[in-house]
T-cell receptor, first 114, second 110 residues
Framework: DAGITQSPRHKVTETGTPVTLRCHQT?????MYWYRQDPGHGLRLIHY???????DKGEVSDGYSVSRSKTEDFLLTLESATSSQTSVYFC?????????????FGPGTRLTVL | GENVEQHPSTLSVQEGDSAVIKCTYS??????FPWYKQELGKRPQLIID?????GEKKDQRIAVTLNKTAKHFSLHITETQPEDSAVYFC?????????FGKGTRLSVIA
């Protein structure tokens, strides 16, 4: 597996609380992505980054923010968690842009919002 | 933006038979088409990919075909084995991040 870790791996929180998920890579890849996976919806892109401090929105970005202050770390924040954000969150990395290079996934974070 | 449709959503085959999963895409600018396998509780793993300058690619029991004119691509698994049971995702990308299909749950019955 590519050098990607996610923390925490499991989290249970309550509605209205802030939550931050961390993705860390040791591959020095330029591109990093956050996806959520829900039954019947596959993998949907939340936000992605194409460099330090450079980020853009994905298909399902409402309610999420991201930050990338170092090449190796990409943070996903839920400012005020809702039950609809209960999901499995995957981070992914790639050396080049979408159509030019393979994309590899981290182990995932299972988030439950009560 | 890109839209990827994947069929079927579930597929059951007898061990030793072949399995075919089909995907269509909408953006003619897409030029990269990977396939991922996800076992229960695990991360998606890249198993094979194809680029738009190639019509077919094979890796042991797995093959992918691409028809750019019709905007569809397919995954073929021959001589299926119980360990092939998983969810398979297709995806497409050009200048933008990968867009994924909704997945196919493949069950190989021994």
């Amino acid at each position: 597996d590519a050098g990607i870790t996610q923390s925490p791996r499991h989290k249970v929180t309550e509605t209205g609380t802030p939550v931050t998920l961390r993705c860390h890579q040791t591959e020095n890849h330029r591109y990093m992505y956050w996806y959520r996976q829900d039954p019947g919806h596959g993998l949907r892109l939340i936000h992605y980054s194409y460099g330090v401090k450079d980020t853009d929105k994905g298909e399902v970005s409402d309610g999420y923010s991201v930050s990338r202050s170092k090449t190796e770390d990409f943070l996903l924040t839920l400012e005020s968690a809702t039950s609809s954000q209960t999901s499995v969150y995957f981070c992914a990395i790639s050396a080049l842009a979408g159509g030019e290079n393979e994309q590899f996934f981290g182990p995932g974070t299972r988030l439950t919002v009560l | 933006g890109e839209n990827v449709e994947q069929h079927p959503s579930t597929l059951s085959v007898q061990e030793g038979d072949s399995a075919v999963i089909k995907c269509t895409y909408s953006d003619s600018a897409s030029n990269y088409f990977p396939w991922y396998k996800q076992e229960l509780g695990k991360r998606p793993q890249l198993i094979i990919d194809i680029r738009s300058n190639v019509g077919e690619k094979k890796d042991q029991r797995i093959a992918v075909t691409l028809n750019k004119t019709a905007k569809h691509f397919s995954l073929h698994i021959t001589e299926t084995q119980p360990e092939d049971s998983a969810v398979y995702f297709c995806a497409a990308a050009g200048n933008t991040p990968l867009v994924f299909g909704k997945g196919t749950r493949l069950s190989v019955i021994a």
